[in-house]
């Protein structure tokens, strides 16, 4: 079982690494906002480089952050019961979830999309519009990356609540 859990801890470690990176891009998104909103308002100018680049680091965002914000446990949930549940059996939801949901989905995105994000990448795509960004194949591949970081930390998610099924360690992270 410490094989697992040390798995789940890198796992967790690459996604913590990652999410504290894509706050940086939240902070480079509000400056971007900010720039276009200046110059659309105050200058009456606007550009399509502009206006690509926030939706690209916006696509950036969520997507490379997926992974970190379910580490996080912040992704939204209908919890009607799930909150009234004790952690045993928040550990079973969770890891039923994982197994019957989340890791299929993951792979069903990750398999549909490779071939996708390989096109826009062997073309290397860019914006169809004038004066749009030139690296469009770049945010194409976030798509991929992004769904095996979620499915990474999905396989953590699991191996914590299988941890806590099994009482070797409790929803805080230590031992039961």
Known sequence: MSALQTIARWI??????????????????????????????LF?????????????LFAFIF???AGYTLLKDGHVRVDIIYQRLGYKARAWVNFMGVLFFLIPGCTMI?????????????ILEGSP????????????????AGFILLLLQ???????????????????????
Request: aromatic share 12%; with cysteine.
């Open 12 to 41: 967790d470690t690459l996604n913590e690494w990652v999410g504290r990176g894509v706050s940086w891009i939240s902070l480079g998104l509000v400056l971007v906002v900010f720039v276009d909103v200046v110059m659309r308002y």
């Open 44 to 56: 009456r100018t606007s550009f399509v480089f502009t206006q690509e680049l926030e939706w690209h």
């Open 63 to 65: 997507l490379i952050g």
């Open 110 to 122: 990750i398999v549909t999309s490779y071939k996708f994000v390989y096109n826009s990448w062997s």
């Open 129 to 144: 519009d004038p004066g749009g960004i030139p690296l469009r194949f770049i945010i194409k591949g976030c798509i991929t």
């Open 154 to 176: 999905g396989i953590s998610l699991g191996i914590h609540s299988l941890m806590q099924i099994l009482g070797i360690e409790h929803p805080e992270g230590g031992p039961s």
